[in-house]
């Protein structure tokens, strides 16, 4: 079993599509958006400046990090729980943008992929910059409308400040320097505002079975 690297902005379905494929496939899955927001709830806990990029680089490489299905500490602290808080997201744009803890994250991603022979990995840049070579690449995405809108059934809030939230969020994520969030040349780009998630696991699926 070879990588499979799903891509996509905030709140396109990224989660949910991939545990499902994961599960479908009888492989491991990493949320890699996950590692960015461990390591901003931990510079957040100990007031490090977000935009100290060599603390916060220190930080993402001395720290003990795991991102299980479900479960995910940092020094050994379940943060599972606080990085979905809106502090956390509000902050992660800017920690996910510093080169020196993208290096560390690409670095132990891989090591991830590498121990495991494979796997479904989430993201942003994983079928960019992360695994170019992945077997099969996937971009999913819908309207920022449809987005927030999702977001608002699973935990609240008012549709049109989430939705204004979302596109800042995927205007930092797309405008920085060091592997911003972009389509791949070779990946398949999904839609998932139409479709449900067992359709677009299926089309995933039956992608993966033509390419052998
Ligand atoms: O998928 P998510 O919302 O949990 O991701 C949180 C943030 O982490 C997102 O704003 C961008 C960043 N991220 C990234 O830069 N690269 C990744 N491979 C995954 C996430």
């Known amino acids: 079993m070879a990588i499979v690297a799903i891509d996509g902005p905030a709140g396109a379905g990224k ?16 949320d890699t958006g996950a590692m960015y927001r461990a390591v901003t709830a931990e510079a957040l806990r100990t007031g490090r400046h977000l935009d ?23 020094d050994g602290r379940d943060v599972t729980a606080e990085i979905r808080t809106p502090e956390v997201t509000a902050a992660v744009s800017i920690v996910a943008a510093h080169s020196s803890v993208r290096t560390e994250m690409r670095r132990r991603q891989r090591e991830w992929g590498d121990a495991r ?56 994520d797309s405008t920085r320097p060091d592997s911003p969030l972009a389509e791949s040349s070779d990946a398949v780009v999904v839609d998932t505002g139409h479709s449900s998630i ?12 033509e390419r052998g």
């Open 198 to 209: 067992d359709e677009v696991v299926d089309q995933i699926v039956a992608l993966l079975g």
């Open 117 to 172: 022979g494979g796997g479904v990995i989430e993201g942003r840049d994983i079928g960019t910059v992360v695994f170019p070579d992945a077997a099969l690449k996937v971009f999913l995405t819908t309207s920022p409308r449809v987005r927030a809108e999702r977001r608002v059934a699973q935990s609240g809030g008012d549709v049109d400040q989430v939705e204004m939230a979302i596109v800042e969020r995927d205007r930092l």
């Open 52 to 74: 100290d990029s060599s603390a916060i680089g220190s930080l993402a490489r001395e720290c003990d990090l795991h991102v299980g299905l479900d479960l995910v500490t940092i």
């Open 15 to 30: 989660s949910t599509i991939a545990r499902a494929l994961a599960k479908r496939l009888g492989v491991q899955y990493l």
